[in-house]
């Protein structure tokens, strides 16, 4: 079964802090996601990466920032915490194999980190 | 704008109903399309996935897709209070996934 991991179910911050999201897979997967997850709005896509160092935006960059230095590990990085970026994180991960070999292929998500912005 | 829609609900039936949950989608180039369920405080869990039209069953759960309506169907058969969840569907792109909303499932015993 694929794992996804993320460090902190529940956390609590202060407004202007830098704030670390981490999320670990078991599966050797080449692509990882973050996304948020806030009522009303679905799950909205924050960045993803296909490999070691490549990131590319999703849909809701904003006032965010990723890390990939090992394939099983994927950061999100808060740079300077606000209010709005109160909300439910989840981190996914996918192969790349598959008929299209691409970024696309079903997810499997961490159980996610709620985070509080104070 | 490629979009995949879904009925937010409640959607509420007792235990041992049929259920159908609905998703229609915009863009035709990507018929490849999954459905995921999301307990409380959980993160959602890939249950089927589905290319082109017609039918894949897997043990109660049947996913549907009807290529001329640009529709998409979940059904559960002997519904169980266990599947009260979150449906969500989501379809292929180009590079990422797009997910629905979702579906608030209750069942009742």
């Known amino acids: 079964d694929v794992k996804v991991t993320q460090s902190s179910r529940y956390l609590v911050k202060r407004t202007g802090e830098k704030v670390f999201l981490e999320c670990v897979q078991d599966?050797?997967?080449?692509?990882m996601f973050w996304y948020r997850q806030d009522p009303g709005l679905g799950l909205r896509l924050i960045y993803f990466?296909?490999?070691?160092?490549?990131?590319e935006k999703g849909d809701i960059p904003e006032g965010y920032s990723v890390s990939r230095e090992k394939k099983e590990r994927f950061s999100l990085i808060l740079e300077s915490a606000s209010t709005n970026q109160t909300s439910m994180y989840l981190c996914?991960?996918?192969?790349?194999?598959?008929?299209?070999?691409?970024?696309?292929?079903?997810?499997?998500f961490g159980d996610g980190t709620r985070l509080s912005i104070l | 704008q490629k979009e995949v829609e879904q009925d937010p609900g409640p959607l509420s039936v007792p235990e041992g109903a049929i259920v159908s949950l609905n998703c229609t989608y915009s863009?035709?180039?990507?018929?490849?399309f999954m459905w995921y369920r999301q307990y409380s405080r959980k993160g959602p869990e890939l249950l089927m996935y589905?290319?082109?039209?017609g039918n894949k069953e897997d043990g109660r759960f049947t996913a549907q897709v009807d290529k001329s309506s640009k529709y998409i169907s979940l059904f559960i058969r002997d519904s169980q209070p266990s599947d009260s969840a979150t449906y969500l569907c989501?379809?292929?792109?180009?590079?990422?996934?797009?997910f629905g909303k979702g579906t608030m499932l209750l069942v009742s015993p």
């Open positions: 996914a991960s996918s192969t790349k194999t598959g008929e299209m070999g691409g970024s696309n292929q079903p997810q499997h």
């Open positions: 599966m050797d997967h080449e692509n």
């Open positions: 990466s296909y490999d070691v160092k490549m990131k």
């Open positions: 863009n035709s180039a990507f018929q490849y």
């Open positions: 589905t290319y082109s039209s």
């Open positions: 989501a379809q292929r792109g180009y590079s990422t996934l797009t």
